[in-house]
């Protein structure tokens, strides 16, 4: 992998900025060079947010993503925003359960998963945004699907929160694409 840019986005309390962390985590973990750039509005919860992260064999000079080869998009605004943004032969991860059914761009690879629809359902309200991890997983060279169900772990009881329920989300992402 020479440079992988991502930018992450939702509403804030989607868990945006902890999915570009947890994504920066295991790169870092794997010995690769991040960074990780938030941006979010006056309110955290309910307001836009968005993070870019960087992930390189090299040292990164710049946060800023001017063409992204993953977008991760939470919400309709957010695809309205960086769908634009995603370089051609790119990936557009779409949480399909906030965003309505749409014609996407032609030079992209999209995967849409309802994940918000997933999460309720396991019990893990919260969960969507590890549901979304799976595709990521399952769909891209990122990360190999076990070794990122194993950060995200990592990322969570390193932080005493440790939730069973987000290893069931992660696995359903995952499946979702069989």
Same mark, same amino acid.
């Given at each position: ?11 804030? *309390?989607? *868990? ?9 985590? /295991? +790169?870092?973990?794997?010995? #690769? &060079? ?5 941006? @979010?509005?006056? &309110? ?5 947010? =968005?993070?870019?992260? #960087? ?5 990164? +000079? ?12 939470? =919400? ?18 779409? $949480?399909?359960?906030?965003? #309505? ?13 309802? +994940?918000?629809?997933?999460?309720? #359902?396991?019990? =893990? ?7 979304? !991890?799976? /595709? ?11 070794? !990122? ?13 440790? $939730?069973?329920? $987000? ?8 499946? @979702?694409?069989?």
């Amino acid at each position: 992998m020479a440079k992988t840019e991502i930018i992450c986005a939702g509403f804030g *309390g989607q *868990g945006v900025l902890v999915t570009g962390l947890i994504i920066a985590n /295991a +790169a870092m973990e794997s010995d #690769k &060079e991040i960074l990780w750039y938030p941006s @979010y509005g006056v &309110e955290m919860r309910g307001g836009t947010a =968005n993070c870019n992260v #960087k992930i390189s064999d090299e040292e990164i +000079a710049s946060p800023f993503v001017k063409e992204a080869d993953i977008v991760i998009a939470l =919400n309709e605004a957010s695809v309205m925003k960086f769908e634009p943004r995603v370089k051609a032969g790119g990936t557009l991860i779409v $949480n399909s359960s906030t965003v #309505k059914p749409r014609k996407y761009r032609d030079n992209i690879k999209v995967y849409e998963v309802p +994940a918000t629809d997933i999460a309720n #359902k396991l019990g =893990n309200p919260r969960g969507a945004n590890v549901v979304v !991890l799976g /595709a990521l997983a399952r769909n891209t060279d990122l990360f190999e699907p076990a070794y !990122l169900k194993q950060s995200i772990d990592s990322f969570f009881e390193k932080r005493g929160r440790d $939730n069973p329920k $987000n290893a069931l989300c992660f696995d359903e992402g995952v499946k @979702y694409f069989d």
